[in-house]
């Protein structure tokens, strides 16, 4: 694999780096580390890759390997306005990709992004990281089994502080709050939308209608940090979804319970440093392996374990997350309407 970006400072590239590596199955041998060409040639030399496999720009790197074919796919790990432009040039040279949520800045964008991986025949993998862990699959599994019966109710939420003052500036802040780089919003495709793939997820249903409250608590922010939204789901169920940067006190909080018509599923996580929680490299590790197995047996014609075979987020969960994402912002803004369908 190659990676767009992890340079100095960044905080989840270097988490991507000790995932992916851990099965032995994935190899990082190139990488377009910063927008700035001397760092990126500073991490790449940390990180004990060749000189002539560090490159300057994404835009070079994707050029000049899809020249020499010695690399299988791309992971990017940019701010958000830094993820559709090199995910369509990398899968247009004929890499596979993994990208971080949220997967663009706009519904439209992740229509193309669809489009030209249907058309490339590529593999593309959002990390949705909570569907890594095998305390979300197990309930995944428990309910597509019927175990709770019917499913009824969902409460979701994902909690954090970090934000919670208007003195808060890190380079992680910098870009999340600013709508040119963080898109049509803050909390809500920051967070938000992890906790909308996890009700999808773990329940097998799908959202198909929200009532949104979107606040920016903080004078002065032009984006969410606080979001609720009520929710419908595709079989009648309903459901409630929380995310919030402004909860002081809190680091990483996410829970989730399902309710079903014979039983209910509750789960909460929090005990490793700063709040996230525990096995967060497995699962993004269970994520990076799961892809890479899935990109071998596509490419070889070889079996692959139906466990592993696609079991990660791919470019139909970000569509859905970029449609709950415009739909939500769209419904916060009306006074005279309720509830708001979700259409892709
Ligand atoms: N899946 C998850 O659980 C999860 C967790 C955290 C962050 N994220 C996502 O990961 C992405 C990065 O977030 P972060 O908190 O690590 O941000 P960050 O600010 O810590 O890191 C971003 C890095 O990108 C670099 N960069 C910017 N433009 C670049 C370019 N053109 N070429 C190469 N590098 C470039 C910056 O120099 C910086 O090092 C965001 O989209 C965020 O939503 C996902």
Redesign the pocket.
């Known amino acids: 694999m190659d990676m ?10 270097g ?1 991507y780096r000790i995932a992916a590596c851990l099965d032995g199955e994935i190899e990082l041998v190139c990488g ?5 060409a001397r ?2 040639l500073e991490m790449g030399a940390k990180l004990g890759l060749s000189a002539d496999r560090i490159y300057g ?2 835009k070079e790197m994707i050029e000049h390997e899809h020249e020499t074919g010695e690399m299988d796919f791309v992971v ?8 559709y432009e ?1 995910a369509i040039l990398a899968l247009l040279a004929g890499f596979d990709v993994i990208l ?3 997967m663009c800045h706009s519904l439209e964008q992740a229509r193309h992004l669809s489009r030209t991986v249907d058309e490339t025949g590529r593999t593309l993998c ?5 569907t890594g862990y095998p305390m979300v699959k197990q309930p995944r599994q428990m309910i597509l089994r019927f175990d709770i019966g019917l499913v009824r109710k969902v409460y979701v939420e994902y909690q954090q502080g970090w934000l919670s003052h208007d003195n808060v500036n ?3 802040t ?3 709050l600013d709508p040119k780089q ?1 898109g049509p919003s803050g909390c809500l ?2 967070i938000g939308v ?1 906790a909308f793939n996890l009700a999808e997820y773990v329940t097998g249903l799908q959202i198909t209608h929200v009532c949104t409250d979107l606040r920016s608590v903080i004078d002065g922010r032009q984006l969410d940090d606080d979001v609720s939204v009520l929710l419908r789901f595709n079989n009648g169920a309903s459901g409630v979804l929380m995310a919030s940067q402004i909860c002081a006190g809190e680091e990483n909080s996410l829970k989730i319970r399902v309710y079903g018509d014979e039983g209910s599923i509750a789960m909460h996580n929090a005990r490793i440093p700063a709040g996230h929680p525990e096995s ?1 490299i497995e699962a ?1 590790a269970n994520i990076y392996r799961n892809f890479a197995r899935t990109v071998r047996a596509k490419k070889n014609d070889e079996e692959c374990s139906s466990n592993e075979l696609g079991d990660f987020s791919g470019v139909k969960e970000g569509v859905r997350g970029m449609t709950f994402i415009e739909t939500c912002v769209a419904n916060s803004r009306k006074d005279n309407e309720k509830w708001t369908a979700l259409k892709e």
């Open positions: 767009i970006v992890g340079g100095p400072g960044a905080f989840i590239g988490v377009a580390f910063s927008s700035d760092q990126s720009s994404y990017i790990v940019t701010p958000n306005h830094v993820h090199p971080d949520k949220p959002l990390t949705h990281a909570y890190s380079k992680q910098q870009w999340r963080s495709g920051d992890h967060y993004f």
